[in-house]
């Protein structure tokens, strides 16, 4: 058996896909959601071939290229289960605005004027940065242009939802939904069999489309068999808004019109009654709570615990930058932890084991991407983050996963593989040009602040 080396080197390109990794620690996620140690895992061609004791996996790949990690704990790469990447651009305006003054005043005007594909290449790349940077592998994007931007994402080796958008408000990007849905329907096409790239449908939210396209969109989603992604109950407003126009909840719209059903990635969802939640749950939707956003803009509180309690699959995602104002999904972690405790007044619900596991396999199961993804076990495709723990603020480390959501774990992320790829490793992004990320963002403030 070969002496493990302490200072591997690896090739990139197709060969950096064939790697061992030991880990100080390492969590699966699935089958057992523990912290386990003395494992190695190796992967081939973007796939884990291999998971189990070190001392057998090391004697099964001897001419393996094998990367001690004695300090970290190795997990599966977080999912953001919601995003608008290019926003990115945006971060830090219209700080501490309502809502409706934050979209209407700041938001959508300096989108329509600026918004391009120049601006979403840039801003996807931004977010792409910093979510391989902070142990983000899969992100759910809702945004104009989305061709750009999963070509962004695929450049840069990373696994994206391109949720195409279905808006009826013109703008840079469509004239009208029509155009919208031609264009999804191309994209989806497109990227059918690419490896990093799914599509589904993005209707941005039951208020801004009309409830007959809405219905077209469930009967396309049938025919193509894809997934909906939309904003659905994100405040109290928002739902007063549906009785008064419509005479009941977009729930019970959405309902009727043939969209709550399991093809349905419900984002927000913190207004909604009890027999709502079970409705909801009974019909297989999927729901994604972006903590950070809805408090930020005081939408409300996604009751996670009432629906885990319901048997409702729950997602993490971080919303856009532009009110986060992060990618961070180990911050996020840490606030849906914080939020469910705290809104619940019991320190007992959403233990770190569970919030770990709704970062990863709980996103990617709201993505429909759960049997790629979202967990350490052969046959997924090696989507892999370390976290070093050799740091004051995570030592001792008695709870690995408590020590991963509650001590800052984004800012500790050493690697992070996608598809066997190593797209960062110690500060250095291995797909990005990261000073050409960094110099676009600052150029963009520059001309979004008319300096
Ligand atoms: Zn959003």
Redo the contacts with the bound molecule.
Sequence with gaps: MPEPSSNPLFPQGSEAADLVISPRLLLPVAPRNEALEGLSVAFRGGSITALGHRDEVLAEHPNTPHLELGHHALLPGLVNA???LAMSLLRGLGESESLTDWLNNTIWPLEARWMDEGFVRDGTRLAVAEMVATGTTTASD?YYFPETAALACRDAGFRLQAAFPLIEIPNAYSSDFDECLAKGLALRDRFRDDGLITTCFGPHSAYTVDPKRLRRVAVLADEVDADVHI?LHETEAEVAGARDAQGGTWIRILDEIGLLTERLQA??MTAVTDAEIDLVSERGVRVVH?PH?NMKLASGICPVTKFRAAGATVGLGT??AA?NNGLDMFAEARLAALLAKSGDADPTVLPAADIIAMATLGGARAIGLDEQIGSIEAGKRADLVAVDLNHPAMQPVNDPHAALVHSDAGARVTHTFIDGQCVYENGVWKTLDIDEVLANAVSWRTRLNGD
């Design positions: 919601h995003g608008h809702m904003h984002v927000h972006c956003s919303d856009g009110s």
